[in-house]
């Protein structure tokens, strides 16, 4: 039988997480204390053993909302996907998330938990008491050649690549330049106000992500300039191990013109190539972005209380924030936005 025990963060720790074949970002040190400190939350680190024998960890966050303990990995509105666990390949991923349970809700003392594993699918969650909804996302596989990969793109979308090519836009790179936040929050802010919303975390998020990640070189940042040298659109992507992410992309619309947006994504999955990365994760399952030859594979996310009015204030607090998105924009929608110089 699995069991679940807390455990703290140490060098060696660390070092015997990385050993795991399904490790990604979501398990770094540098990632969890990104969250921590948007979040104002204590990260809770467990090893998962069978018959004393360590085979595995799991990996949260513990935060308080409504005076309750939360335990996310992750919860809605973080910005992060999929922590859950890390097990060696032999071990039941179902039978973890049900050592799981006692832990979260016991051990920890938490009320809620909800949890996004990579690994997991619908048939894991059956009989353990979890509600759950489909969380897909599309990734692309980065081993076939240049060729291939554009060659499994939509024809518009080869054309706009070429088409940016052709029109002057030109990519810069950089990993830990911070005025790259304020550029990306911009162009973040107009691409809400295209749908009447305003963002939903602020550009201080931002910071801390090229903070803790950049000087640890597991962040790549984008930046598209038109002929002008006008920065027009940008990208922000992590990665470690096999994986580079698509944490978030924004442009001007007056610039769409230009298709800066494919030209990001190409450089993108270009330099994760040549860094060894074989797989690309857009982090969701957007139909926008299946033009880039994108396979969709399942991430069920679920969740359970210990009671159902936990339940219930968990629900009407990501209502509430929805409106208040809303009741925000149409507040500042008279407000000048800011451009580039």
Known sequence: MLRLHRVEPAAALWAERATYPDRLIFHTPEWLNFVAECQRAEPLLATVTDSGQVVGHFTGLLSRRFGMRILGSPMAGWTTSYPGF????????????????????????????????????????????????????????LNPDEDTLLGAMASACRRNIRKAEKSG???????????????????????????????????ERVRSLIRHLGPAGRLLLLRARDGDGRCIATAVLPWYHRTMYFWGGASYREHQHLRPNEALIWHAMRWAREHGV???????????????GTTEVAVPWARRSRSPIVAHLR???????????????????????????
């Open 86 to 141: 890390t097990l060696r390949p032999e071990i039941s991923r179902r039978a973890a998330l049900q050592a799981l349970m006692p832990f979260a809700f016991h051990d920890a003392g938490a009320a809620h938990l909800e949890i996004r594993d990579r690994g997991l699918t619908a048939a894991d969650l059956g009989g353990l008491g979890l509600r759950w909804e489909p969380a897909p996302t599309a990734v692309i596989d």
């Open 169 to 203: 836009v030109v990519i810069e790179q950089t990993s830990t330049d911070l005025t790259f936040a304020d550029d990306f929050y911009d162009q973040l802010r107009d691409v809400f106000a295209k749908q009447n919303l305003v963002p939903t975390y602020s550009v």
């Open 278 to 292: 074989t797989e690309f994760d857009f982090v969701g399952g957007n139909s926008y972005k299946q033009k880039y």
């Open 315 to 341: 629900d009407a607090a990501k209502h509430g924030f929805a409106l208040r998105q809303r009741t925000v924009a149409r507040f500042s929608a008279g407000a000048p936005r800011s451009t580039v110089s």
